[in-house]
T-cell receptor, first 114, second 111 residues
Framework: DAGVTQSPTHLIKTRGQQVTLRCSPKSGHDTVSWYQQALGQGPQFIFQYYEEEERQRGNFPDRFSGHQFPNYSSELNVNALLLGDSALYLC?????????????FGDGTRLSIL | KQEVTQIPAALSVPEGENLVLNCSFTDSAIYNLQWFRQDPGKGLTSLLLIQSSQREQTSGRLNASLDKSSGRSTLYIAASQPGDSATYLCAVRRTGNQFYFGTGTSLTVIP
């Protein structure tokens, strides 16, 4: 049973560029959340997708956008990259059956902005 | 806004010692609290999830407790091993779907 998979594992971009990160949820999960984790910090919630719609959003600018596909996989897009966007981007999946379903995380994409 | 604090930020113990990690949160209106382990450069591994109606959960050498009224949770690790060395994060889920994370406790178990 494959867990949450993310691609790519590492990415290097320059300021002003755009980036797309991808996530495939754990089998049986229909909800995908994205988090940004800066070095030495806890993950910060970016947004969550369910039924191909953004269901909730954290305190991130519109440069951060996403998409969920019919097979529940998801993309995170970041435009006009800033140096401060350098971080580990984590995808988490869960089932929407009830409020007490645990989140399962992928290994993340390490994004470095030069 | 939910604030989650983890103390201590770092902890170093000799192998075999029992230890307690602490997590506190400011808003007691939570659905659940989840403890995670993170190895360097890796994603998060779920350890235990405690629902708001529960007081504790156990898995092997791990025991997590929850006192919602006081806004506190503890993770107890029995008979620590060098393989337990990692960063431990707690996360709380409030109404809605957003999880709030602490900054973690970095644990080193010395052989």
């Amino acid at each position: 049973d494959a867990g949450v998979t993310q691609s790519p594992t590492h990415l290097i971009k320059t300021r002003g560029q755009q980036v797309t990160l991808r996530c495939s949820p754990k089998s049986g999960h229909d909800t995908v959340s994205w988090y940004q984790q800066a070095l030495g910090q806890g993950p910060q919630f970016i947004f969550q997708y369910y039924e191909e719609e953004e269901r909730q959003r954290g305190n991130f600018p519109d440069r951060f956008s996403g998409h969920q596909f019919p097979n529940y996989s998801s993309e995170l897009n970041v435009n006009a990259l800033l140096l401060g966007d350098s971080a580990l981007y984590l995808c988490a999946s869960s089932s929407d059956r009830g409020s007490n379903q645990p989140q399962h995380f992928g290994d993340g994409t390490r994004l470095s902005i030069l | 806004k939910q604030e989650v604090t983890q103390i201590p930020a770092a902890l170093s113990v000799p192998e075999g010692e029992n230890l307690v990690l602490n997590c506190s949160f400011t808003d007691s209106a939570i659905y659940n609290l989840q403890w995670f382990r993170q190895d360097p450069g890796k994603g998060l591994t779920s350890l235990l999830l405690i629902q708001s109606s529960q007081r504790e959960q156990t898995s092997g050498r791990l025991n997590a407790s929850l006192d919602k009224s006081s806004g506190r949770s503890t993770l107890y690790i029995a008979a620590s091993q060098p393989g337990d060395s990692a960063t431990y994060l707690c996360a709380v889920r409030r109404t809605g779907n957003q999880f709030y994370f602490g900054t973690g406790t970095s644990l080193t178990v010395i052989p």
